[in-house]
């Protein structure tokens, strides 16, 4: 079993639309996790980071974690066609390790 | 800098050749990593460092690869006597505290 899975995609949804994104872990007693974009040829920018269970927002992005299911997953409200990109999942190992280990990212295609 | 920075954003070496990559993190960031990332798979962790503490080299694939952090600052990442299986990019990413902040990357192309 893979330390951090996400669906390879690719997730195709409509502009305007609410995309939403998994990760899960397998590692219980992991603490931090995040979100990256990565845009064709580039390099991950952090988009996100939560600790706590529950949902966090922050403009049309929300992180929903549920550490008991072990899964984290990112919502993007009105989607765009700018954010077609690969969304990486990241999660910290547990024991005070600060080495995140990267799920192989899920590719979201925005159509007009 | 503002950013992390590595250079060179593209190698192309021969089969046999060391090469050296190098990561400028940000400024007073204490953590540094590095990670390489073959075509469509994802983000393989190779060392952390961590201030003054010995690196944690657990995700090096073999002892042609070797690492040093000169100063708790600049990075070098060596690969001895490369083969194709290394060409992949190489991102150096640094931290302080929440979230990591990644480089632009060194594409290595072996042939």
């Known amino acids: 079993q893979k330390e951090v899975e996400q669906n390879s995609g690719p997730l195709s949804v409509p502009e305007g639309a609410i995309a939403s994104l998994n990760c899960t872990y397998s590692?219980?007693?992991?603490?931090?996790f995040f979100w990256y974009r990565q845009y064709s040829g580039k390099s991950p920018e952090l988009i996100m980071f939560i600790y706590s269970n529950g949902d966090k927002e922050d403009g049309r992005f929300t992180a929903q974690l549920n550490k008991a299911s072990q899964y984290v997953s990112l919502l993007i409200r009105d989607s765009q066609p700018s954010d077609s990109a690969t969304y990486l999942c990241?999660?910290?190992?547990?024991?005070?390790?600060?080495?995140?280990?990267f799920g192989r990212g899920t590719s979201l295609i925005v159509h007009p | 800098g503002a950013g992390v920075s590595q250079s060179p954003s593209n190698k192309v070496t021969e089969k046999g050749k060391d090469v050296e990559l190098r990561c400028d993190p940000i400024?007073?960031?204490?953590?540094l990593y590095w990670y390489r990332q073959s075509l469509g798979q994802g983000l393989e962790f190779l060392i952390y460092f961590q201030g003054n503490s010995a690196p944690d080299k657990s995700g090096l694939p073999s002892d042609r690869f070797s690492a040093e952090r000169t100063g708790g600052s600049v990075s070098t990442l060596t690969i001895q006597r490369t083969q194709q299986e290394d060409s992949a990019v190489y991102l150096c990413?640094?931290?302080?505290?929440?979230?990591?902040?990644f480089g632009s990357g060194t594409r290595l192309t072996v042939v």
């Open positions: 990413a640094s931290s302080l505290a929440d979230g990591y902040t």
């Open positions: 400024s007073g960031h204490t953590a």
């Open positions: 590692d219980r007693g992991s603490q931090s």
């Open positions: 990241a999660v910290n190992r547990s024991g005070g390790s600060y080495i995140p280990t």
